[in-house]
């Protein structure tokens, strides 16, 4: 449920005590509720999660919620658009209190340029994504409802958030009526 990537934290915390400059990686956070990114805006920055976690979710044109992944430790948010030179694919907000090392983005298309080291955590990471996102989308076609919400309590116990109901029917990909049954039929 909260992915996170301890060895991309540690590289981007080494590189953020061997800066020249200052204004390259900075340390700056976020509010429980704040935007670090908005969907269809453009990057200001590639972000590591240092500390906290944060949601990432898409809105749709219907004005419908999807909650793509929660990131805590480690993950990297924004390197798409960085790579891609495109607006934010989704939005990104804090669940919690959140500490980000925020790299400039001619810092972050630089060091994409010239370390081999950061290319190939950020492959080991999309990788994780790609086979995370393919177990989750076989998990909620093959399962119940009350087994995938029976899993995300679990999840979200393990890791002390609450999630609103609106919050969860978007995660599982449903509706709150939906959740509402699932509610129901868990407690029968």
């Not at 290319?119 to 998990?139: E, Q, V």
């Not at 995938?148 to 999840?155: F, P, Q, V």
Request: contains cysteine; aromatic residues 10%.
């Amino acid at each position: 449920m909260v992915r996170t990537n301890q060895t991309l934290l540690e590289y981007a915390g080494m590189l953020y005590n061997k800066q020249s400059r200052k204004e390259d990686i900075i340390v700056k956070n976020f509010a429980n509720g704040q935007v670090l990114l908005r969907q269809n805006m453009p990057a200001a920055k590639v972000i590591i999660v240092k500390e906290g976690i944060t949601k990432c979710y898409l809105t749709e044109s219907n004005d419908k919620t999807y909650i793509i992944e929660f990131l805590g430790k480690g993950e990297v948010i924004g390197e798409l658009e960085c790579i891609r030179n495109i607006p934010c694919l989704c939005s990104v907000e804090a669940v919690t209190d959140v500490f980000v090392y925020a790299f400039s983005v001619s810092y972050f298309q630089y060091l994409l340029q010239t370390d081999l080291q950061l290319n190939h955590y950020l492959l080991d990471s999309f990788a994780g994504r790609i086979i995370n996102t393919s177990i989750r989308s076989s998990f909620q076609q093959l399962y119940t409802v009350e087994h995938s919400l029976k899993k995300l309590l679990e999840l979200q116990s393990k890791h002390g958030l609450t999630l609103s109901k609106e919050e969860m029917a978007s995660y599982l990909g449903i509706t709150v009526r939906t959740l509402n049954r699932g509610i129901r039929n868990l407690s029968v």
